[in-house]
């Protein structure tokens, strides 16, 4: 009799414990889906760039590369190029982007805690930009 009161507690707590743990990815799972203000904010902000930009003739290549490092290397890094998302950065990779404007501004975020770093530079008709990207600290260098 004591064993199956037991028995009858102890699956009792973990169906609770199962229940608690569907409940808590409801709520991860509705803050991963639900609408990003960030995005959002970088959309308003891509309309403003876009009313403003002056056109070049040929779009100039930007690059845009991550060395690969054992530090946040399962992390990817959100890019944006003038508030426009493009694609997420992953460790040891490089993504190419083009850019018509002659101001620009590069941004990007870290999925891991919402980090944002971005940096500004000026774009030349049909030339290139490659900027380098050190995940520890969230560095943005522009190479020459």
């Known amino acids: 009799m004591l064993l199956c009161e037991f028995t009858l507690l102890f699956g009792n707590f973990s169906f609770l414990y199962g229940l608690a743990f569907?409940?808590?990815?409801?709520?991860?799972?509705?803050?991963?889906f639900g609408?990003?203000?960030f995005i959002e904010e970088m959309n308003e902000k891509a309309k403003d760039i876009t009313s403003k930009?002056?056109?070049?003739e040929l779009p100039?290549?930007?690059?845009?590369?991550?060395?690969g490092n054992l530090i946040?290397?399962?992390m990817g890094v959100r890019v944006f190029l003038?508030?426009?998302?493009?694609?997420?950065?992953?460790n040891g990779k490089t993504i190419i982007m083009h850019t018509g404007s002659v101001q620009n501004e590069l941004?990007?975020?870290?999925?891991?805690?919402?980090?944002?770093r971005s940096i500004q530079f000026e774009a030349t008709s049909g030339g290139s930009v490659q900027i380098k990207l050190k995940y520890s600290g969230g560095v943005l260098t522009i190479e020459d």
């Open 22 to 32: 569907i409940v808590i990815d409801f709520f991860t799972l509705k803050k991963a």
């Open 35 to 37: 609408k990003d203000k």
């Open 53 to 56: 930009v002056s056109e070049m």
């Open 60 to 67: 100039c290549k930007v690059s845009l590369t991550r060395p």
């Open 72 to 74: 946040g290397a399962a």
């Open 82 to 90: 003038n508030s426009v998302e493009q694609e997420v950065l992953k």
């Open 107 to 116: 941004t990007v975020r870290y999925n891991a805690d919402d980090m944002v």
